[in-house]
């Protein structure tokens, strides 16, 4: 059973902490306050209602009559206050009420075994001054809750901006742009974990760009010095008699030398070294005419003519790979559509697997099992790769997305190339690319 995940942002939690830790603070120093003042407004009270006691005795015993409220033998005297007179002493004592005011009492014992007794209610300008103590308590606590969650907002609004400057600059660094650094995206002057952890992504990203170098540079050596060998084979294999077996010889020996040299392909493109030569082409009739050459079989439909500056020798190459791969892992017929700057490339089989779909092409990954998985996997990274050297972008979509349904003949993959409005510079360089979401046909 999943258990109940509530997702709310740093700064909202840094906020209720200390709008709760606030509140706790507030609350027990106006409880401290409130206590204190009162205690030390009834001290006060018992004090002038023992003086004016002492005076009204002196009244008493001079007059032998009470004066001033003072009552003898008052049947109503509190039994604490009582305690205190039966052992001889004179006290005063506070009565709590159920209005909240109480009444503050005094009594002195005499000498012929009464009791001298005064009371009234605690002093009215006190208790105006204790509601206003309250007022300005609760107003004061309320202040510094709103005040501690504002500042709460502040403190874990810049630290949440931090960590979605991180979390997006990793994001980026996921989708393979290992130039990106976290570090230089989480910027700011104050320095705390979110720093650390961009070190840590930061040198993980450089750890893994190594790697990745290395294996390149493996794997562009080996096959480097594969070529010279394999070339000998394939001028070996010429010299063999004819037959059956020399035609086995030579078919392995040319699959050996094209895996060869598209290696050495991926290579180059990873260093990221190659450069396109643009020229201006018509993009519709180019297309028409190469392909009609590479295939007669294949519909070519121009939907709308555009010129585009590209390099012909990089486009040809990367509409070779997805036609090799249509007719290799899909069905027939291979539609071909160009409108504009766009060109889509359509079979009929049984669609890319989910795989490429998630995760784009792989190096010697032939697909799933609903595939025929004959080659190396090495065509469409290669399309992928002229694709980025173009400034173009490449991408994978079934006809029928997974799970539903369809009519016989409606399904099959659609492999879709978007030129650039801007050509790569001479240098290399790119422009900001923008691509607009156009309904694919």
């Known amino acids: 059973m999943k258990r109940l995940a509530l997702r709310t942002g740093v700064r909202w939690k840094i906020s209720i902490a200390i709008?709760?830790?606030?509140?706790?603070?507030?609350v027990a120093l106006s409880l401290v306050v409130h206590n204190s003042a009162r205690v030390s407004m009834l001290d006060n009270a018992r004090?002038?209602?023992?003086?004016?006691?002492?005076?009204?005795?002196?009244?008493?015993?001079?007059?032998?009559?009470?004066?001033?409220?003072?009552?003898?033998?008052?049947?109503?005297?509190?039994?604490?206050?009582?305690?205190?007179?039966?052992?001889?002493?004179?006290?005063?004592?506070?009565?709590?009420?159920?209005?909240?005011?109480?009444?503050?009492?005094?009594?002195?014992?005499?000498?012929?075994?009464?009791?001298?007794?005064?009371?009234?209610?605690?002093?009215?300008?006190?208790?105006?001054?204790?509601?206003?103590?309250?007022?300005?308590?609760?107003?004061?606590?309320?202040?510094?809750?709103?005040?501690?969650?504002?500042?709460?907002?502040l403190i874990g609004g810049q630290l949440s901006r931090r960590l979605r400057r991180a979390a997006a600059a990793a994001s980026r660094v996921a989708q393979g742009n290992t130039e990106v650094r976290v570090g230089e995206a989480v910027g700011g002057i104050v320095r705390d974990e979110t720093d650390d952890l961009a070190r840590a992504v930061d040198a993980l990203t450089d750890a893994l760009n190594e790697r990745i170098e290395a294996e390149r540079r493996v794997t562009a050596d080996i096959a480097h010095e594969l070529r010279t060998p394999v070339t000998g084979l394939l001028t070996a294999a010429e010299l063999l008699p004819p037959g059956r077996p020399t035609e086995l010889v030579r078919d392995r020996a040319q699959a050996m030398r094209t895996l060869v040299e598209d290696v050495l392909e991926v290579a180059r493109l990873d260093s990221a070294s190659e450069?396109?030569?643009?020229?201006?082409?018509?993009?519709?009739?180019?297309?028409?005419?190469?392909?009609?050459?590479?295939?007669?079989?294949?519909?070519?439909?121009?939907?709308?003519?555009?010129?585009?500056?590209?390099?012909?020798?990089?486009?040809?190459?990367?509409?070779?790979n997805l036609l090799a791969n249509a007719a290799r892992h899909g069905g027939t017929p291979v539609e071909?559509?160009?409108?504009?700057?766009?060109?889509?490339?359509?079979?009929?089989?049984?669609?890319?697997?989910?795989a490429l779909l998630r995760e784009g092409p792989s190096r010697f990954r032939t697909g799933a099992s609903d595939r025929a998985g004959h080659g190396h996997g090495l065509g469409l990274t290669i399309a992928a790769g002229q694709a980025r050297v173009l400034g173009a972008r490449l991408t994978f979509r079934n006809v029928i997305p997974a799970g539903a349904k369809g009519r016989a003949g409606e399904g099959g993959a659609i492999a879709v190339l978007w030129l650039p409005e801007h050509a790569p510079t001479a240098t290399g360089s790119f422009p900001m690319l923008s691509f607009p979401d156009l309904p694919d046909h």
Not at 336 to 354: A, I, K, L, S
């Open 47 to 153: 004090e002038v209602q023992l003086e004016r006691l002492l005076f009204a005795q002196r009244m008493y015993e001079s007059t032998n009559e009470p004066k001033f409220g003072m009552k003898v033998d008052d049947p109503t005297l509190p039994h604490e206050l009582r305690s205190k007179t039966n052992q001889g002493r004179r006290a005063t004592y506070v009565q709590e009420n159920v209005s909240g005011v109480p009444d503050v009492w005094a009594a002195v014992p005499l000498g012929n075994g009464t009791v001298l007794s005064l009371h009234s209610k605690f002093a009215d300008r006190s208790t105006t001054i204790m509601k206003y103590l309250d007022r300005s308590l609760i107003i004061g606590s309320v202040s510094v809750v709103f005040g501690g969650c504002a500042l709460g907002v």
């Open 336 to 354: 071909v559509t160009v409108e504009g700057r766009v060109v889509r490339v359509r079979d009929h089989g049984p669609g890319f697997p989910e």
């Open 275 to 320: 450069r396109a030569e643009l020229q201006e082409i018509a993009l519709g009739e180019f297309v028409e005419r190469r392909l009609t050459l590479l295939n007669p079989e294949i519909k070519v439909q121009v939907v709308h003519e555009s010129w585009v500056s590209t390099d012909p020798r990089r486009l040809e190459r990367i509409l070779g």
């Open 19 to 26: 709008a709760g830790v606030s509140a706790l603070v507030a």
